[in-house]
C-alpha cells in the first residue's frame, strides 16, 4: 500500500500529494481545527510506519481481542434472548387481553 503521508524535519506528519501546500491549508483555521488537523495527520502517519495494510490490523486487533469479542458476542446474544423471552412474554399477555375481550362481547351479543 502506498503511503500518503510524509514526516517533515520535526516529525509531523504532511500529506504527500499536499506537502507544499500545506501551509495554505492550515491557513484560516482556528487552534482546535489546526490541532485536530495535525492530530489526525500524525495518527494517519503512525498506521503507515507500521507498514501494516488496514486489513492486516483488523486481523491482528480481532486475535488480540477474540475473547473480548466472543463475549461480546455472547452477551449480546443473551440480551436478544432477553429481548425475545419479554416480547414472547408479552405477545401472551396480549393475546389473553384479546381472547377475554373477544369473550365478553361473544358474551354481550348472546
Not at 13 to 25: E, F, G, K, Q, T
Not at 49 to 71: N, Y
Not at 89 to 109: F, G, P, T, V, Y
Request: net charge negative; proline share 2%; with cysteine.
Amino acid at each position: 500500500m502506498d503511503r500518503l503521508t510524509e514526516r517533515d524535519e520535526f516529525g509531523n506528519a504532511d500529506i504527500i500529494v499536499l506537502s507544499d501546500i500545506m501551509p495554505v491549508l492550515y491557513d484560516g483555521l482556528s487552534f482546535s481545527e489546526t490541532n485536530a488537523l495535525t492530530d489526525a495527520l500524525n495518527r494517519l502517519a503512525a498506521c503507515e510506519d507500521t507498514g501494516l495494510t488496514p486489513a492486516e490490523v483488523v486481523i491482528l486487533k480481532a486475535r488480540s481481542e477474540k475473547e473480548s469479542f466472543i463475549d461480546h458476542l455472547n452477551m449480546l446474544c443473551d440480551m436478544k434472548d432477553k429481548q425475545i423471552s419479554e416480547l414472547f412474554h408479552e405477545n401472551q399477555r396480549l393475546k389473553k387481553i384479546i381472547s377475554d375481550i373477544a369473550d365478553i362481547i361473544r358474551k354481550e351479543k348472546d
